[in-house]
């Protein structure tokens, strides 16, 4: 079946689908998708972005974003950079062994750290949950269902965090990991204009995709962006993508949407 | 200077300092800085085991994960990342983020997880580390743990059940060796040629993987494929911990025959490859005269100069 596919040009309609923009999708998530549509565009295929509320259940993985191309449903960046891989488009193809297992290193390091500071911020800090993630995570459905289905991503999310050590972890010392893992990107980006100096590769899309959604979702304090802002070489990166490979495209174009959404985001 | 520092951790064997990756992490990364830790490992006669280990006391100071020991090691001048570059420091966090994320979980089934591993060597040998009746229950706990990490983190759909799962964390570990393999290329460590806390990470996670005989070993036959890591596990063995090859193993004294006769048949590998490099670091120019030390088979125990690098 893996030959079917590659023999198949990338359709017109290829979709990807996330949570609602305004009312439901988290700050998390936001971040994934964005990274996945950064990726696509970075392989100049072209992709709608729709939008359900049922987004999570519709996903053969339960994680967001998926892709619907042809009749193949695949969802989260390592597979979708497989499954784009196998159609004959790949950023990576250029790179040396070790210049390879660099950029998986440092991929590793972004879900590592920021994915995941990401959800321990929405999903275990209280007042993050009481007033921004419930609310979101349940807009579509009707009370109680709404409750329920948030409360149980939340003991999901908590075990999780339980499993890996992060439960323990003050919001000040994720905080501090965030600020790490910025600091290492900006050392190693340093002042080329992608991480693998002139193309940009699935490391780009994915550092992109949590920073920018990072720099412009707004959350109870700005903490966690001052963290970002930090370094001035990870915003120009940010914009210089941004401006690049996202604007002119005024309909789908999520960065102006989600820099709408950072005004109308709480409630 | 501060209170003396002890490290509590887990022992060894097969020839290891200790068996847990974390322990291990913490002990190499004193050894290439030279901290002075006085190491009391967990023994029956030693206060039962709370919470996780390595734990690091220092006077008041309790500390308790690789991570957070190291930071107050390096706080406390004992430096083994003195001489990177701000983007190699950038690397080793990238690096130990794949270890932790496509690694652990092999490690962690190959240990805790694996039905025949864990009843025929894990739990027998971490019980009799633990005082009674503690040893009836720790081991099935951090077994427990481990599955629990395991699912939680690698386990959601589509994959179904824990057959698929596992295929899918040992394909990532496999993968994962590959690409430490490529990383480390020839050379000695991965930043050159004095240890790093990379390099730290890195031992400790590969060696309880290459030397412990377990019945079920295909993270460590893929291993043994990759020549360069066999070498630097050894290496830092011989070097820094100057272990001698005839550590006895627990599995009987057949296995232990045989362990010692592959041991030795490593060792003499290992003595004539040390020597070729020896012989190219004799002919490289750059190297400081203390490094060559270091690398002649140190079953003399002549004292090498790692101790002495203190960062001032």
């Known amino acids: ?267 | 200077m501060a209170a003396p520092m002890e490290l509590r951790c887990w022992g060894g064997d097969w020839g290891l300092p200790s068996l847990h990756p974390e322990s291990l992490i913490v002990m190499a990364y004193a050894k290439f800085s030279g901290a002075p830790l006085i190491v009391n490992t967990i023994n029956n006669s030693w206060r039962a085991p709370k919470g996780d280990l390595p734990v690091l006391v220092s006077g008041d100071i309790v500390i308790s994960q690789p991570a957070k020991i190291l930071n107050f090691l390096r706080k406390q001048k004992y430096n083994a990342d003195y001489d990177l570059s701000a983007k190699q420091g950038a690397d080793t966090l990238a690096y130990i983020a794949l270890l932790e994320e496509k690694l652990l979980p092999a490690l962690l089934h190959t240990f805790w997880i694996e039905a025949e591993n864990y009843c025929s060597v894990t739990k027998p040998w971490f019980a009799s580390k633990i005082v009674f009746p503690l040893s009836l229950y720790l081991p099935g706990k951090m077994s427990r743990g481990a599955l629990n990490r395991i699912l939680l983190t690698k386990g959601g759909p589509p994959l179904y059940s824990l057959t698929e799962v596992e295929a899918q964390i040992y394909r990532d570990a496999k993968e994962c060796l590959n690409l430490l393999s490529k990383r480390l290329g020839t050379s000695q460590f991965y930043f050159g040629d004095t240890p790093t806390t990379l390099d730290a990470f890195v031992f400790g996670f590969l060696a309880p993987i290459y030397k412990v005989c377990f019945p079920r070993v295909q993270l460590q036959e893929h291993l043994k494929q990759l020549p360069n890591l066999c070498r630097f596990c050894d290496d830092i063995l011989t070097c820094y911990f100057r272990l001698t090859v005839s550590s006895h193993s627990p599995a009987g004294q057949d296995t232990a025959d045989a362990n010692l006769q592959k041991l030795t048949q490593l060792v003499n590998k290992e003595s004539n490859l040390i020597e070729k490099m020896d012989d190219n670091l004799r002919k490289s120019p750059q190297h400081p005269p203390r490094k060559l030390t270091t690398l002649k088979l140190a079953a003399g125990g002549e004292e090498s100069s790692p101790m002495s690098r203190l960062s001032p």
């Not at chain 1, 040396?96 to 440092?106: G, L, P, R």
């Not at chain 1, 994915?206 to 959604?213: E, R």
Request: proline share 4%; hydrophobic share 40%.
């Open chain 1, 1 to 267: 079946s893996s030959i079917s596919t590659a023999a198949e040009p990338w359709p017109e309609n290829a979709a990807l689908y996330q949570q609602l923009k305004e009312e439901q999708i988290l700050l998390s998530d936001n971040a994934s998708s964005l990274a996945v549509q950064a990726f696509l565009q970075m392989c100049n295929l072209p992709i709608r972005v729709i939008c359900r509320a049922n987004a999570e259940y519709m996903s053969p993985s339960g994680k967001l974003p998926f892709i619907h191309v042809g009749n193949q449903v695949v969802s989260e960046l390592g597979p979708i950079v497989q499954f784009v891989k196998a159609k004959g488009h790949s950023l990576s193809d250029g790179l040396d062994e070790v210049q390879k297992a660099e950029m998986k290193a440092y991929m590793e390091l972004v879900n590592n750290m920021l994915l995941t500071a990401e959800l321990y911020l929405q999903w275990c800090d209280d007042v993050t949950v009481e007033e921004i993630t419930h609310p979101r995570y349940g807009s579509p459905y009707p009370w109680p269902l709404n409750r329920i289905l948030s409360y149980q991503k939340q003991w999901e999310v908590r075990r999780k965090m339980k499993a890996i050590g992060w439960a323990g972890k003050t919001l000040e010392q994720v905080l501090e990991d965030v600020d790490q893992c910025c600091h290492a990107l900006s050392q190693r980006l340093g002042t080329q204009p992608y991480f693998f100096n002139k193309q940009p590769t699935e490391l780009d899309a994915l550092v992109f995709g949590h920073l920018f959604t990072i720099l412009t979702t707004q959350l109870i304090t700005d903490e966690l962006s001052e963290k970002v802002k930090n370094y001035s070489n990870l915003t120009a990166f940010c914009r210089r993508i941004e401006q690049q490979y996202f604007e002119g495209h005024e309909k789908d174009s999520s960065a102006i949407a989600a820099r709408s959404s950072k005004r109308s985001l709480l409630r």
